[in-house]
């Protein structure tokens, strides 16, 4: 599964995109206002990202219509080839997304609630779905098994899935289980994969031993 970073907090990316394991970034208009970063300083967030280790970057749209869905799209993936274009799962999202698509453009079509809508991502060409797994839970679904249906729908197609809205570690767990290609995790979610006391105690035993074995100390 791979692993991208669902914020665009500098103070939180910075020491998770270092660690290396984080493929990327996604944000969206919520992630955004979250962060205090405004549309006009999406350009220098981006060019911020790549430079601290991102290698990709997802930004979403914030038109409605599917013309000027398809322009805004052209324009976001001129800020770097290595930008992702996510478009919310509309019949204006989608149709814009065909056309990107056939452009060339890759894309990710985002809040995904049901399998219905990663059919017809697949149909439109995109890259990625977002099922948002959080909210379809507590819409009172049961979101890990839409999500495993849409990862079975998707098979066969160049259409991958990458979570969004996920609240646990566990969540993350499961969802590579049932074949999700990648996620996108909140900074505490992210923070959480590396939380293990059994790994603290282990590594606490091993330099207790150090000295014995006449190893300089804080070597
Ligand atoms: O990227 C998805 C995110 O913006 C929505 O997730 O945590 O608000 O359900 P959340």
Redesign the pocket.
Known sequence: MDLYL?TADRAELEPLLATGLFRGV?T?P??LARSGVRLDEVPDLVAWLFVHGAGEVFVQTTTESADAIEAEGHRLRGLDPRVVVKVPATREGLTAVRRLSDAGVPTLV?AVHNPRQAILAASAGASWI?P?L??VSEAGRDGLQAVAQMVRVLAGTSTRTLV??VRSAEDTVRLATDGAEAA?L?GAVARELFVEPLTDAAVAQFSECLPSLGARVGG
């Open positions: 669902d996604t969206n919520l992630i985002t977002a948002y959080g909210r969004a809205s996108t909140s």
